[in-house]
């Protein structure tokens, strides 16, 4: 099993932060985990940079 881990910058000022995305399995067949996507406002840009990294439609397995 392989595991990369990718940290995105959110939010910007007091409300500033990561969110983690977490791709595991193999590469034919793997997983995506959402860890604390930020706030409301930084969700398009969220889904946006799935889509770039992982196609016109991710799909997150586990988000917490």
């Keep these: 099993m392989h595991c990369e881990v990718e940290f995105l910058p959110v939010g910007s000022g007091s409300k500033a932060g990561d969110a983690i995305v977490v791709r595991y399995g193999d590469a034919a ?14 969700g398009d840009n969220i ?10 439609f ?3 397995e586990h988000w917490c």
């Design 47 to 56: 889904v946006a940079h799935l889509k770039k990294q992982f196609g016109p």
């Design 29 to 42: 067949a793997y997983h995506l985990m959402l860890v604390d996507g930020g706030h409301a406002e930084t």
């Design 58 to 60: 991710p799909v997150l």
